[in-house]
């Protein structure tokens, strides 16, 4: 009996959406950092082998950090050794003597009164302070200032250095709690934020957030139904809502040429995104695009662009659109038509490796980078080929990246990449590792706009009791006819 391509990913897809709506990467798949607030610098940090998790397969974000913990991080990235005999009476034959001997050697990370370094005690958010303007030589003085710091004490120099340095704004009720432990997620945090500026806080919050919606396929058939098929009715009156509620889309390019600052964003921005490159986005998305001069972003697998039924006796295909309809959509200026992979569309396998984006099980780092390249410049060759331009924007099938995979892009010129992660971007982070908002079938589409526009904002229509009437509501809103 021949199966369903479409169905297997969407049932595999669904289970990823379900259970996680972050991406995988190779070194860090956490169970309790999923949805975690320091989840992006947590796996920055462990994609650089800075931090490992535990044997269970947690991170524990929440668990206090030691002084010698914190060390062999820091000597780690700084690549500093020491041959030394130890520079303190307790340290002596303990597992961090060398890291601790090799940032106390250059004044780090110092001892304390007594003599000894008390390697097992947890850090303190004033030591850590200390520790990272030492190590980084981070410099300046912020004219903000946090209720339970006074000018006396200590550690303000450096607390201030981090805020002048975009490293921490404290926290919401204005303090910065300098005898309160750090945990793991806090360090991960701090020494992300000094490692990449992606990750650095605004302390003007002049921030420039970014929605941006994932869709899949669109289907008549109510059967089809899911978490990433929806009808194409529910598409229609997601992008009625858009409109009456003044959002404005944009391609990859608006939000790139923004990004560098060569054009300014319009007005609440959104950016409306499809992976896969189905023809029923030809169907019934590009005409409702069309219809109300809406943009899309599309991403494309290249092996399946045009293929119908094309796979032999075991696997059929759902249609996926010709390049001849790309070029037709593209033209319109409706459509962006950007990189999923040429054919590393592929879940992770139980074992944590993954056939597709992620590093195969015994591949070396340089193994898989060269093999992401080389698939990423097929389906790169193909679009400026069929199209006539270069893509700048990666969508990782199933959300699945590591640091060597963003490597790989920048490298080839991307300038931004889409996951599976949800949640609101903001511009001033960067481009990269974009999360998005999933609609689900099952997810009424004002719920969806909820998710999306700035609180405070009413959502029309919600007590409007069917999608059709609601659709009829809007239509007159906006004077559709």
């Known amino acids: 009996m021949k199966k369903h391509l479409l169905l297997s990913h969407l049932i595999l897809l669904t289970i990823y959406l379900l259970i996680s709506a972050s991406p995988v990467t190779a070194s860090a798949s956490f169970t309790d ?11 920055y940090l462990t994609d650089q082998e800075l931090l490992n998790g535990y044997p269970d397969g947690t991170f524990r974000p929440s668990r206090s950090i030691t002084r010698a913990e914190a060390s062999k991080v820091i000597a780690d990235q700084l690549g500093l050794k020491s041959t030394n005999s130890s520079a303190f009476p307790d340290t002596s034959g303990h597992w961090a003597e060398s890291y601790i001997n090799a940032i106390a050697e250059r004044n780090i990370i110092i001892g304390f009164e007594d003599g000894e370094f008390k390697p097992n005690h947890t850090l303190r958010r004033s030591e850590l302070a200390v520790i990272l303007t030492r190590a980084y030589q981070l410099e300046g003085s912020s004219s903000s200032t946090f209720s339970d710091l006074s000018n006396n004490h200590w550690a303000f120099p450096h607390v201030s250095a981090l805020l002048a340095n975009h490293i921490t704004t404290g926290y919401k009720d204005g303090t ?16 992300a934020r000094i490692l990449d500026e992606r990750f650095k806080v605004n302390a003007e919050s002049n921030e ?7 869709y899949h396929s669109l289907s008549k058939n109510p059967a089809d139904w899911n978490s990433v098929t929806i009808s194409p009715d529910k598409f229609y009156e997601e992008m009625l809502y858009l409109k009456a509620l003044d959002m404005t889309t944009i391609s990859s390019q608006q939000l790139i040429d923004a990004k560098n ?13 499809f992976d896969d490159g189905y023809r029923n986005n030809y169907q019934y998305a590009y005409p409702v695009l069309e219809k109300l001069d809406m943009q899309a972003v599309i991403s ?84 400026e080929e069929n199209l006539g331009y270069e893509p700048e924007l990666f969508t990782y099938p199933y959300g699945a990246y590591n640091q060597t995979t963003e490597n790989v892009l920048k490298e080839l010129g991307y300038q931004a990449t889409l996951t599976t992660r949800s949640g609101i971007s903001d511009l001033n982070n960067g481009l990269f590792r974009m999360k998005r908002i999933n609609s689900p079938d099952y997810l009424p589409s004002y719920q969806l706009m909820d998710k999306i526009v700035p609180e405070g904002v009413h959502v029309p229509f919600r007590t409007v009791p069917t999608r059709e009437a609601r659709i009829a509501k809007l239509e007159d809103y906006l004077d559709i006819k």
């Not at 950092?33 to 796996?43: F, P, V």
């Not at 070029?327 to 999923?340: A, N, P, T």
């Not at 569309?345 to 390249?373: I, Q, V």
């Open 176 to 191: 910065f709690r300098p005898s309160r432990d750090v945990s793991r997620a806090e360090f991960s945090s701090f020494l």
């Open 261 to 273: 600052g060569k054009a300014e964003l319009p007005k609440n921005p959104v950016m409306v995104t």
């Open 300 to 383: 494309i697998i290249g092996w399946s662009v045009g293929r119908t039924t094309d796979l032999g006796d075991e696997l059929d295909i759902t249609p996926h659109f010709t390049w001849a309809e790309a070029k037709e959509m593209v033209d319109s200026g409706h459509v962006d038509i950007q990189s999923h992979s040429f054919n590393l569309h592929n879940p992770g396998t139980s074992d944590g490796y993954a056939k597709g984006t992620l590093p195969r099980e015994g591949e070396t780092t340089e193994e898989h980078a060269d093999r992401f390249k080389k698939d990423t410049m097929k389906i790169h060759k193909l679009i």
């Open 208 to 214: 420039q957030k970014i929605p941006v919606l994932m």
């Open 33 to 43: 950092t999923e949805e975690h607030w320091a989840y992006d610098e947590i796996n």
